[in-house]
T-cell receptor, first 115, second 115 residues
Framework: EDQVTQSPEALRLQEGESSSLNCSYT??????LFWYRQDPGKGPEFLFT???AGEEKEKERLKATLTKKESFLHITAPKPEDSATYLC????????????????FGKGTLLTVNP | KAGVTQTPRYLIKTRGQQVTLSCSPI?????VSWYQQTPGQGLQFLFE???????NKGNFPGRFSGRQFSNSRSEMNVSTLELGDSALYLC??????????????FGQGTRLTVV
């Protein structure tokens, strides 16, 4: 069974204080690892997809990296508007029938950035 | 480009009733997945539809069902509502093909409260 564990559960930073969120996973054949941001009462907002170990992607103050067992979301010089819950999800290999389009999510990291 | 649209945004139902939620995917996306989000369990996969066929199903009781129409719009139905069904129900759309881009984009969700 696919499993995703995110740590820490909650993280409080001062504005400008860089840090990293961790996502460790167990999946039988990784098709993709996804990072989302979710604000209270809203749906998850897509941030990144990583497909293979060693891959990195950046967007503004966020940088996602992937190894064979975990992914990190690095936040550089965060601002209060970066406060949100960050979700990690994995998708197992898609079989020849085109199925297995399901995401297994971690419980998320609640990030609070204080001004 | 319009995003994923879910209706209604909020619902209050009584135990024992049934409810139908609707999701219109991004234009051109043929895969629609449904997720239940609760504070305790996080995001959990319900089922996924592609070209009007259910391709994947999560571990939810038969009270939870869905369907997809020829225009890719999808509905989810929950019968005999229980208090524990109170949650944010999220719909995600993706291209749905086994090759290439597999990113899933979420709607704002339907907040269901069962009283």
């Amino acid at each position: 069974e696919d499993q995703v564990t995110q740590s820490p559960e909650a993280l409080r930073l001062q504005e400008g204080e860089s840090s990293s969120l961790n996502c460790s996973y167990t999946v039988s054949g990784l098709r993709g690892l996804f990072w989302y941001r979710q604000d209270p009462g809203k749906g998850p907002e897509f941030l990144f997809t990583l497909y293979s170990a060693g891959e990195e992607k950046e967007k503004e103050r966020l940088k996602a990296t992937l190894t064979k067992k975990e992914s990190f979301l690095h936040i550089t010089a965060p601002k209060p508007e970066d406060s949100a819950t960050y979700l990690c999800a994995v998708q197992a290999e898609i079989n020849s029938g085109g199925s297995n389009y399901k995401l297994t999510f971690g419980k998320g990291t609640l990030l609070t950035v204080n001004p | 480009k319009a995003g994923v649209t879910q209706t209604p945004r909020y619902l209050i139902k009584t135990r024992g009733q049934q409810v139908t939620l609707s999701c219109s995917p991004i234009s051109g996306h043929r895969s629609v997945s449904w997720y239940q989000q609760t504070p305790g369990q996080g995001l959990q996969f319900l089922f996924e539809y592609f070209s009007e066929t259910q391709r994947n199903k999560g571990n939810f009781p038969g009270r939870f069902s869905g369907r997809q129409f020829s225009n890719s719009r999808s509905e989810m139905n929950v019968s005999t509502l229980e208090l524990g069904d109170s949650a944010l129900y999220l719909c995600a759309s993706s291209l749905g093909q086994p090759w290439g881009n597999t990113e899933a984009f979420f709607g704002q969700g339907t907040r269901l409260t069962v009283v």
